[in-house]
């Protein structure tokens, strides 16, 4: 019998909030590898794998600033990962050497009516610079439909070229899979001021429709994001509200007061657009807010989280365009916001659009002075989770802090602080997840600075460090997909174990007394070997021998109450 195949028709795990771990054990150069916090860092398909893409210097051991690469990893089990070895080694989706490629932002398409797990295609968008230095925005996807090893990624397309530069942009996918693009133009008015355009397809990233300005201000008009209402496991009649309308905010400077959250809506997937509304004014925060991040819950409500206490961005002051290269540097947008590493009092406020109104702006968490670079997302629950990068002093560290709401109100609770001592942990992203299984919870990575400290952890000089990690955390469970009703049925089984790890020459692996099926995964996610234990039986003896290469490898128990796993080290 084959264990992936027993993997993906069973699914029935269920945890506790997974320990906070490196997504793989590969490094970046990029103090901003997760940024920004207008596109998603990582999905969870209908399978329950996630994907999780950063970007990285070409050359890990080149100066700050240099060339980048895009890079994707994914889970290598249908499962909450919970160490390093549950994730795949990241590969380079568009090696190029010639190229500068950042900011990238992944989404991923929508099932048939009913059945989400017949589709799970992603895409993934990016900032690349041409033949010339000017930034472009590229596109690939890939039809994800043999995981755990996903196949190739298209070869890279131009969602938009120009002789101006195209930045951060964003991505995501409606219920009809309309794929939809949004990016921030530099210096497209004659005023040298940026707008937000738009750009969708409708044959999965093939084809691209001739841009539209959405902005149409005579003002600054930066880092947009785009979203759509989340699918879950019931066909469109039953869904609360069923829609091809696409939601977009972004940052836009006024003429006398600071920057303002603006959106607009597109009732029919992007060919008309409605009027844009000031989220700001209308939710009574008035102004100096920037930084937006956008979700859309299954009544096709927006909401949206953002820095409040922010202050106009580049194009502002003279100089090249540097993109992220000194964290001190105003011409580094995106950049950090200029009050970064200082003691400017920043805020998270939050704001949602319910039956066609914006309600008065809540304030997320003021327990710090310095709060910066929310990004929010929606279960299918109705719980809005965001996080954000927080921290008291700027002789102290970046901490994650999360908090949590329900869409029907009620205030922010359940505050929670992800940390490494004496590191900075930076630029969270919350996942956007396919809801093919009662999947309530959170699930986020972010960007951990410095992380062998030979630059101290913390501040400019760590940030210019060219060691940092990927961080994972979450606490979604896994239930049988049959009902969206169903609660968690995963049992914890605690007699499942290992006798000893690392691994020499073989180990007993201990089922318990009820037996299983037993499989022994590599780190692509190959099974390498398959046990069925009987019930009455306590298990069995794994001979490693010389045949088991060196590596890491993961053990999975089906019991027939859910599946459990621990990771396993062979040595020689």
């Given at each position: 019998?084959k264990a992936?195949a027993?993997?993906?028709?069973?699914?029935?795990?269920?945890?506790?909030?997974?320990?906070?771990?490196?997504?793989d054990?590969?490094?970046?150069?990029?103090?901003e590898?997760t940024?920004?916090?207008?596109?998603?860092?990582?999905?969870?398909?209908?399978?329950?794998?996630?994907?999780v893409?950063?970007?990285?210097?070409?050359?890990?051991?080149?100066?700050?600033?240099?060339?980048?690469?895009?890079?994707?990893?994914?889970?290598i089990?249908?499962a909450?990962?919970?160490?390093?070895a549950?994730?795949?080694?990241?590969?380079?989706?568009?090696?190029?050497?010639?190229?500068?490629d950042?900011?990238?932002?992944?989404?991923?398409?929508?099932?048939?009516?009913?059945?989400?797990?017949?589709?799970?295609?992603?895409?993934?968008?990016?900032?690349?610079?041409?033949?010339?230095?000017?930034?472009?925005?590229?596109?690939?996807?890939?039809?994800?439909?043999?995981?755990?090893?996903p196949?190739?990624?298209?070869?890279?397309?131009?969602?938009?070229?120009?002789?101006?530069?195209?930045?951060?942009?964003d991505?995501d996918?409606?219920?009809?899979?309309v794929?939809?693009?949004?990016?921030?133009?530099?210096?497209f008015?004659p005023?040298?001021?940026?707008?937000?355009?738009?750009?969708?397809?409708?044959?999965?990233?093939v084809?691209?429709?001739?841009?539209?300005?959405?902005?149409?201000?005579d003002?600054?008009?930066?880092t947009?994001?785009?979203?759509?209402?989340?699918?879950?496991?019931e066909?469109?009649?039953?869904?609360t509200?069923?829609?091809e309308?696409?939601?977009?905010?972004?940052?836009?400077?006024?003429?006398?007061?600071?920057?303002?959250?603006?959106?607009?809506?597109?009732?029919?997937?992007?060919?008309?657009?409605?009027?844009?509304?000031?989220?700001?004014?209308?939710?009574?925060s008035?102004?100096?807010?920037?930084?937006?991040?956008?979700?859309?819950?299954?009544?096709?409500?927006?909401?949206?989280?953002?820095?409040?206490?922010?202050?106009?961005?580049?194009?502002?002051?003279?100089?090249?365009?540097?993109p992220?290269?000194?964290?001190?540097?105003?011409n580094?947008?995106?950049?950090?916001?200029?009050?970064?590493?200082?003691?400017?009092?920043?805020?998270?406020?939050?704001s949602?659009?319910?039956?066609?109104?914006?309600?008065?702006?809540e304030?997320?968490?003021?327990?710090?002075?310095?709060n910066?670079?929310p990004?929010?997302?929606?279960?299918?629950?109705?719980?809005?989770?965001?996080?954000?990068?927080?921290?008291?002093?700027?002789?102290?560290?970046?901490d994650?802090?999360?908090?949590?709401?329900l869409?029907?109100?009620?205030?922010?609770?359940?505050?929670?602080?992800?940390y490494?001592?004496?590191h900075?942990?930076?630029?969270?992203?919350?996942?956007?997840?396919?809801?093919?299984?009662?999947?309530?919870?959170f699930?986020?990575?972010?960007?951990?600075?410095?992380?062998?400290?030979?630059?101290?952890?913390?501040?400019?000089?760590?940030?210019?460090s060219?060691?940092?990690?990927?961080?994972?955390?979450?606490?979604?469970?896994?239930?049988?997909?049959?009902?969206?009703?169903?609660?968690?049925?995963?049992?914890?089984?605690?007699?499942?174990?290992?006798?000893?790890?690392?691994?020499?020459?073989?180990?007993?692996?201990?089922?318990?007394t009820?037996?299983?099926?037993?499989?022994?995964?590599?780190?692509?996610?190959?099974?390498?070997?398959?046990e069925?234990?009987?019930?009455?039986?306590?298990?069995?003896?794994?001979?490693?021998?010389?045949?088991?290469?060196?590596?890491?490898?993961?053990?999975?128990?089906?019991?027939?109450?859910?599946?459990?796993?621990?990771?396993?080290?062979?040595?020689?």
């Open positions: 019998m992936v027993i993997l993906a028709a069973l699914f029935l795990l269920a945890t506790a909030a997974a320990a906070d771990h490196q997504v054990n590969d490094l970046s150069s990029e103090w590898a940024g920004f916090n207008n596109g998603r860092s990582i999905v969870r398909d209908s399978k329950g794998y996630f994907h893409v950063y970007h990285t210097q070409a050359d890990p051991d080149g100066i700050p600033g240099g060339n980048c690469d895009i890079m994707y990893s994914h889970t089990l249908p909450p990962p919970t160490s390093s549950d994730w795949s080694p990241a590969v380079a989706i568009a090696p190029d050497p010639m190229s500068d950042r900011y990238p932002s992944i989404a991923i398409e929508h099932g048939l009516p009913g059945n989400p797990t017949s589709n799970d295609m992603l895409h993934v968008v990016w900032q690349s610079t041409d033949m010339t230095g000017v930034y472009q925005i590229l596109h690939s996807s890939n039809i994800n439909s043999t995981m755990p090893t196949g190739p990624w298209t070869s890279p397309f131009p969602v938009h070229t120009s002789i101006h530069h195209s930045i951060v942009p991505v996918c409606s219920l009809n899979n794929v939809h693009v949004v990016w921030q133009e530099e210096d008015n005023g040298l001021t940026s707008d937000i355009l738009y750009s969708n397809s409708l044959d999965h990233g084809n691209w429709s001739a841009f539209q300005n959405l902005s149409l201000t003002f600054n008009s930066q947009p994001d785009v979203a759509t209402v989340i699918d879950f496991p066909a469109p009649s039953n869904y509200y069923y829609s309308r696409v939601h977009i905010v972004w940052s836009d400077d006024g003429p006398t007061s600071g920057p303002s959250i603006m959106y607009r809506s597109s009732p029919d997937a992007g060919n008309t657009w409605d009027i844009y509304e000031n989220v700001s004014q209308l939710s009574g008035m102004d100096s807010d920037g930084y937006p991040s956008l979700t859309v819950s299954r009544e096709d409500i927006p909401h949206v989280a953002w820095m409040h206490g922010v202050y106009p961005h580049d194009p502002t002051t003279p100089g090249p365009y540097a992220g290269a000194d964290p001190l540097n105003p580094s947008f995106p950049g950090p916001e200029v009050g970064m590493y200082s003691t400017i009092l920043q805020q998270i406020y939050y949602g659009r319910v039956y066609g109104n914006w309600i008065p702006y304030l997320v968490d003021n327990a710090l002075p310095e910066e670079f990004s929010i997302a929606v279960d299918i629950t109705d719980h809005l989770y965001v996080a954000w990068q927080s921290n008291s002093s700027p002789a102290s560290d970046y994650i802090r999360q908090a949590e709401r869409v029907a109100g009620g205030g922010w609770f359940n505050q929670t602080t992800f490494h001592p004496d900075d942990d930076l630029f969270p992203s919350e996942a956007t997840k396919k809801t093919a299984m009662y999947t309530p919870g699930d986020f990575v972010w960007t951990m600075i410095d992380s062998d400290l030979s630059a101290g952890g913390h501040g400019q000089p760590a940030a210019l060219p060691a940092h990690e990927i961080w994972f955390s979450g606490n979604t469970g896994w239930t049988n997909p049959t009902s969206v009703e169903d609660t968690c049925t995963g049992v914890a089984h605690p007699v499942f174990s290992v006798m000893n790890n690392p691994v020499s020459s073989g180990t007993w692996i201990s089922t318990g009820e037996g299983g099926i037993v499989s022994i995964l590599d780190i692509s996610g190959r099974t390498v070997q398959t069925t234990v009987p019930a009455g039986s306590d298990g069995f003896f794994w001979n490693t021998g010389e045949v088991i290469p060196e590596g890491v490898y993961r053990v999975v128990l089906n019991n027939g109450h859910g599946l459990e796993s621990t990771a396993v080290t062979v040595i020689r």
